[in-house]
């Protein structure tokens, strides 16, 4: 079986530092991270997508956590094609132009890639200090299943290499009916590793909760039950605590998964309050109950 590092997309939420989940005592980012990564082995890191990272944070994540701690990265919004904020772009970078959102297709071509090296340059330190997991790419709901997007996966597995970027679908295309198989047998075939997902179904983002490795890494990630998912409220939107119950019935399918490849990161994405960090401490005792170590 191969290992499992379970863990939660965020430890800076507003939410989670008002919830008392930190000990007074972590009064501060830099104790923050240190009592956070004391709890668990592996965080998301979400602000990423949101604007780019610069080296001095990442060195600093690097220098403030210990031996074999994992950060997952997301990608900045700008590399999945979501509309993203002129402001979040390099000052030197940001184009010319009225609007407040722009797509990849608004800049010019040189700025394009600058904005691709100086995002991956920035995880330098983590990568020197093996503590680099996943580059996690989440594509919009517009992002369907077709010749030019599979094109693109393998774009961005050359742009990462020798990172490792694994991919979020949120278009229903890729799973309907055949297109499963084909999209399973495509990630394969090429070693790219596939986000697998719980989250609310029956929306035009709703992916089934397929469980499987397409690569030597998986990646698993809970975004709740939300009854308000479509909301722009983000704390609405993820804010659903999974019950006992819910995470008792995923604790072997983890581990049938894990079997499946070398290692499987699990990220509680229901931040709000503390619920991610209640749940991924009861995930991974329920996972040690599985497999009884």
């Known amino acids: 079986m191969g290992e499992i590092e379970v863990g939660t997309a965020s430890w800076t939420d507003k939410t989670l530092l008002e919830s008392g989940w930190y000990p007074k005592t972590a009064d501060n980012p830099e104790k923050r991270l240190a009592y956070y990564a004391k709890q668990f082995p ?17 060195r600093l994540w690097a220098q403030r956590t210990p031996d074999h701690f994992t950060f997952n990265i997301k990608a900045f919004s700008l590399l999945t094609g979501h509309p993203t904020k002129v402001s979040a772009i390099y000052k030197d970078l940001r184009p010319e132009t009225g609007k ?58 050359a742009r990462c290499k020798p990172l490792t970027p694994v991919f979020e679908f949120r278009n229903a295309s890729w799973f309907d009916g055949d297109n499963q198989e084909e999209t399973l047998d495509f990630l394969r075939r090429h070693k790219l590793a596939f986000v697998c997902v719980d989250m609310p179904q029956g929306y035009k983002s709703s992916i089934p909760p397929v469980l499987e490795a397409t690569a030597d890494l998986a990646v698993v990630r809970f975004h709740g039950h939300s009854a308000k998912w479509t ?6 939107k993820f804010g659903y605590e999974y019950s006992a119950t819910e995470l008792r019935e995923w604790a072997p399918k983890l581990s049938n998964l894990a079997d499946k490849t070398d290692k499987t990161h699990v990220l509680m994405n229901n931040c709000y309050g503390d619920y991610a960090q209640k749940n991924a401490t009861q995930l991974i005792e329920l996972l040690e109950g599985v497999e009884g170590d």
């Open 42 to 58: 592996i965080v998301e890191v979400d602000s990423t997508y949101y604007g780019p990272p610069n080296e001095q944070t990442t």
């Open 100 to 157: 407040k959102n722009v797509y990849p297709d608004d800049l010019e071509k040189p700025a394009y890639e600058e904005i691709w090296s100086r995002f991956l340059s920035a995880l330098d330190p983590l990568a020197e200090s093996g503590k680099l997991g996943a580059l996690l790419f989440q594509f919009p709901p517009w992002f369907g299943i077709r010749r030019s997007n599979k094109d693109y996966l393998l774009e961005v597995a």
């Open 231 to 236: 909301s722009k409220d983000i704390h609405e």
